[in-house]
Structure formats: C-alpha cells, structure tokens
T-cell receptor, first 111, second 114 residues
Framework: QKEVEQNSGPLSVPEGAIASLNCTYSDRGSQSFFWYRQYSGKSPELIMSIYSNGDKEDGRFTAQLNKASQYVSLLIRDSQPSDSATYLC???????????FGSGTRLLVRP | DADVTQTPRNRITKTGKRIMLECSQTKGHDRMYWYRQDPGLGLRLIYYSFDVKDINKGEISDGYSVSRQAQAKFSLSLESAIPNQTALYFCATGSGVGDGETQYFGPGTRLLVL
C-alpha cells in the first residue's frame, strides 16, 4: 500500500463546475497536509495547506481534512480551463520535515 | 529572479558518465531536497539536507550522492549514470513554520541517459 494514494485520473469536469480531488494516507501520525499544483513540464507549486480537521477555504479552493478516515480532499469551485493540471497531495509525517507525495491526479477542465 | 534555480535545465548523457546537477537558492532556507519525478510515480525523495552539516538519504538514494557546499547550494551527482535514471529532477527548499513544511521547487532538470 502506498503511503499517499490518489486516483491518477484524468478527472474531467466542465468549466464552471466543482472539481473534487481526493487523497488518502496510511500513516495515522501524519500531521500536515498539502496540495500542490503542477502544470505539464513545470515545477509543483503550493496551493493549499491544512493541519486541522475540517475545511479551509482560500478563494475558489477548499481543502478538507478528516484524520479519523485518513483522507484529505481539495475542492475547486467555478473550475476554469486554466485549472487543468496535475494536483499532488503531500503529507508531512510526525515531526519530520519530509513530505511524502502522492502520484497526482490529472484534472481537465473542458471549456 | 527565481528563488530556486537549477542548472542545467536539460541534459543528455551516456551510460557510465558522471554528471552533476546544481541547485541554488536565495530564499535563505536551511532545508534543501532533491526529488526525481517519473510518470505515474510522483515525486520521490533522493536526498535531503537540514543544514550544511546534515545530509540524509531519502527513499531512493542508491546511485546518487550529494554535496551541500553552502546554505544556498545543494548539488546532486550521478556517479555512473544508467538509463533508468532518466527522469525529471527537482530541487526544493523548505520553510517550516509551526506545524507545516512548505516546500518551494526549482524549475527542474530534465535528464536523459542513453
């Protein structure tokens, strides 16, 4: 079992819809959770971080964390074609600064 | 100017050659990381350094070595390149505040080993 699992996709949504990206992790000691966006051929860039159970909103993005069920999700409202990218989930275990990355979900937003 | 730079951006080499990938940062972060990215496998950690005197192996360090020449510089070497080291390599710096570790990535080096 991978430590951080994501559906590889592609997840295809129409423009203006809500895109829902999911991530599960195996280590219950994980403390910090991150979503990175990566455009094709580019480097990952941080879009959201979440540390506590519940929702965290930032503009069109909402991260949701449920530690009991060991999943973290990212909702993108009013999806735009420019949101088309691969979204990487990353987890920071215990007191280590190391991040464990999932393999990413490719999102396609259709005009 | 970019905060994290990598050189070269693209490199083609032959099996058995020694090559070095360089990373420099102006963010002032102590922590630096080297990852490789392969299709379908995500980012995998090769080596990491929490300060100039601290070097640690990641999950896939075999065949690689690193040097932390200064706080701002972290180099990755392939002593004898092999074709399965063909990948996209990223350097990153880390800024830990409170609970979180935010990592900032360089633009990547695309390496092809023939």
């Amino acid at each position: 079992q991978k430590e951080v699992e994501q559906n590889s996709g592609p997840l295809s949504v129409p423009e203006g819809a809500i895109a829902s990206l999911n991530c599960t992790y195996s280590d219950r000691g994980s403390q910090s959770f991150f979503w990175y966006r990566q455009y094709s051929g580019k480097s990952p860039e941080l879009i959201m971080s979440i540390y506590s159970n519940g929702d965290k909103e930032d503009g069109r993005f909402t991260a949701q964390l449920n530690k009991a069920s060991q999943y973290v999700s990212l909702l993108i409202r009013d999806s735009q074609p420019s949101d088309s990218a691969t979204y990487l989930c990353a987890v920071n275990r215990d007191s280590s600064y190391k991040l464990i990355f999932g393999s990413g979900t490719r999102l396609l937003v259709r005009p | 100017d970019a905060d994290v730079t990598q050189t070269p951006r693209n490199r083609i080499t032959k099996t058995g050659k020694r090559i070095m990938l360089e990373c420099s940062q102006t963010k002032g972060h102590d922590r630096m990381y080297w990852y490789r990215q392969d299709p379908g496998l995500g980012l995998r950690l090769i080596y990491y350094s929490f300060d100039v005197k601290d070097i640690n192996k990641g999950e896939i360090s075999d065949g690689y070595s690193v040097s932390r020449q200064a706080q701002a510089k972290f180099s990755l070497s392939l002593e004898s390149a092999i074709p399965n080291q063909t990948a996209l390599y990223f350097c990153a710096t880390g800024s830990g505040v409170g609970d979180g570790e935010t990592q900032y990535f360089g633009p990547g080096t695309r390496l092809l080993v023939l």
